[in-house]
């Protein structure tokens, strides 16, 4: 009997030992729940701050390019508008230059008209005492004398004799083609006798400039290039000069501008 309380004695502790033991590792796996519980909350919370860290970052980052952009487009404004204040600048100053340049061609064409004026005026007078010495000479006889036309001739040069010839001897204008065509020779002649029967002066003699290739160009070129020389007499390099430059500025009637 007392065998058996003995053995019931010693199973009742193995189960008290078995159940703090099991106590013991329901606790350690508490705990270790416990632990893994926490670990996972705080990895969680690791997360959830990293995660915010990263957009705030993203955030940060996206504003610091947001005030990139607008500083570079703040940029390009200002160099957009500088650009336009200096076209703005060029333009006015291209417009000031060119209405500086306009007046002062305005200034020279009146300088020139007014010199070109006084020549008239002065040939003018010219003439009239020409008609005065050759009224005189020729008692006041109509047939004035020109050489008929060589082709080693300047064409205008004697267009221009030909035509003050005309005004002293008072011919009038309708019965010019009568007195030139026969002074004509070469080409000259050809370009007149290709036009037929005519009394219009002007068309004939615009068709022998156009011919000749004579036009305010030209005469620029040749006015530009009448240089004098030490064998010149001065007067008449200066009249010619007048001449030439009174051909290129006020193109007689006929003449291709």
């Known amino acids: 009997e007392r065998r058996r309380e003995e053995q019931a004695e010693e199973r009742r502790r193995e189960e008290e030992r078995r159940r703090e033991e099991a106590q013991r590792q329901a606790e350690e796996r508490r705990r270790e729940e416990e632990r893994r519980r926490e670990e996972a909350q705080k990895q969680a919370e690791e997360r959830r701050q990293e995660e915010e860290r990263r957009?705030?970052?993203?955030?940060?980052?996206?504003?610091?390019?947001?005030?990139?952009?607008?500083?570079?487009?703040?940029?390009?404004?200002?160099?957009?508008?500088?650009?336009?204040?200096?076209?703005?600048?060029?333009?006015?100053?291209?417009?000031?230059?060119?209405?500086?340049?306009?007046?002062e061609e305005e200034r020279q064409r009146e300088r020139h008209y007014e010199e070109i004026q006084a020549m008239q005026e002065q040939h003018m007078q010219q003439i009239e005492i020409m008609k005065g010495v050759l009224a005189e000479r020729e008692g006041?006889?109509?047939?004035?004398?020109?050489?008929?036309?060589?082709?080693?001739?300047?064409?205008?040069?004697?267009?221009?004799?030909?035509?003050?010839?005309?005004?002293?001897?008072?011919?009038?204008?309708?019965n010019w083609i009568l007195r030139l065509t026969p002074l004509l020779s070469g080409k000259a002649r050809t370009v007149c006798t290709d036009l037929g029967t005519t009394t219009d002066y002007d068309g004939v003699k615009k068709a022998i400039l156009e011919h000749y290739n004579i036009n305010t160009e030209r005469c620029r070129r040749k006015f530009r290039s009448h240089v004098w020389t030490r064998d010149q007499d001065p007067t008449d390099w200066i009249a010619r000069g007048v001449k030439l430059v009174k051909r290129w500025l006020v193109p007689e009637n006929g003449m291709e501008q």
């Not at 487009?73 to 060029?90: I, N």
């Open 140 to 174: 006041n006889s109509p047939h004035l004398k020109i050489s008929p036309y060589q082709e080693t001739e300047d064409i205008q040069d004697f267009i221009e004799a030909f035509e003050g010839i005309m005004k002293i001897q008072g011919v009038n204008r309708t």
């Open 55 to 103: 957009r705030e970052e993203a955030q940060r980052q996206a504003e610091e390019r947001r005030q990139e952009e607008e500083r570079r487009r703040e940029e390009a404004q200002r160099q957009a508008e500088e650009r336009r204040q200096e076209e703005e600048r060029r333009r006015e100053e291209a417009q000031r230059q060119a209405e500086e340049r306009r007046q």
